[in-house]
């Protein structure tokens, strides 16, 4: 049974910085890819970004770009979100999801993965 626990969210300021964890177990993950998406209130979930396990390849949507970086650890069998200079509009529940291989078309898409944490929330104050 493959379970995400994301972890690490809060209520933060504008231009402070925070780090997601998302705890992976159940499988062995080199052949996954991982994403992080976020989902604010009213809005649909969005692609943030996305690490393939075994080769350590990112990906970033243009809003986080320069901002966020997505990492892993294969011996915790973790993934991260290093958030820095947070916006109020980064405020979100932000999820983590993993599917099998994915092509860098496919990450973007939330339909298109398999396995889903429960979110954390981030909250952004100006």
């Known amino acids: 049974q493959v379970q995400l626990v994301e972890s690490g969210g809060g209520s933060v300021q504008a231009g402070d910085s925070l780090r997601l964890s998302c705890a992976a177990s159940?499988?062995?993950?080199?052949?996954?890819?991982m994403g992080w998406f976020r989902q604010a209130p009213g809005k649909e979930r969005e692609f943030v970004a996305a690490i393939w396990w075994s080769s350590g390849r990112t990906y970033y949507a243009d809003s986080v770009k320069g901002r966020f970086t997505i990492s892993r650890d294969n011996a915790k069998n973790t993934v991260y979100l290093q958030m820095n200079s947070l916006k109020p509009e980064d405020t979100a529940v932000y999820y983590c999801?993993?599917?099998?291989?994915?092509?860098?078309?496919?990450?973007?898409?939330?339909?298109?993965?398999?396995?889903w944490g429960q979110g954390t929330q981030v909250t952004v104050s100006s």
């Open positions: 159940g499988r062995t993950f080199s052949s996954y890819t």
């Open positions: 999801a993993a599917k099998i291989s994915l092509s860098i078309v496919e990450v973007m898409w939330p339909n298109e993965y398999t396995y």
